[in-house]
């Protein structure tokens, strides 16, 4: 935003009012339009539409609710490690 931290602080904690242009810069730098920053949570719906066209996740979706603790942080373990890791090739 080429603005201080202090200042996004400030609007963070609503004791600043933003300009619209700072509004403007605010919203490019966190890749939403001016409507969804102001919303506050539009981006979010965007995000699971993103994220339930994947095939993948899609699939997923109806046995996530079935998963005790242990086996959802498993999960998201190793989902974590194959977007992180190169996959080995035997």
């Excluded at 490019?28 to 979010?44: H, I, Q, W």
Aim: glycine share 4%; aromatic share 4%.
């Amino acid at each position: 935003m080429k603005v201080p931290r202090t200042y996004v602080s400030k609007i963070e904690n609503e004791k600043a009012t933003p300009t619209l242009s700072s509004l403007e810069r605010l919203a490019k730098a966190l890749e939403v339009t001016v409507p969804e920053l102001l919303a506050g949570g539009c981006s979010r719906e965007r995000e699971i539409r993103d994220l339930m066209a994947d095939e993948f996740i899609a699939e997923m979706v109806p046995y996530i609710t079935k998963l005790n603790g242990m086996q959802w942080s498993s999960l998201l373990t190793q989902m974590r490690d194959m977007t992180t890791r190169p996959m080995r090739t035997t």
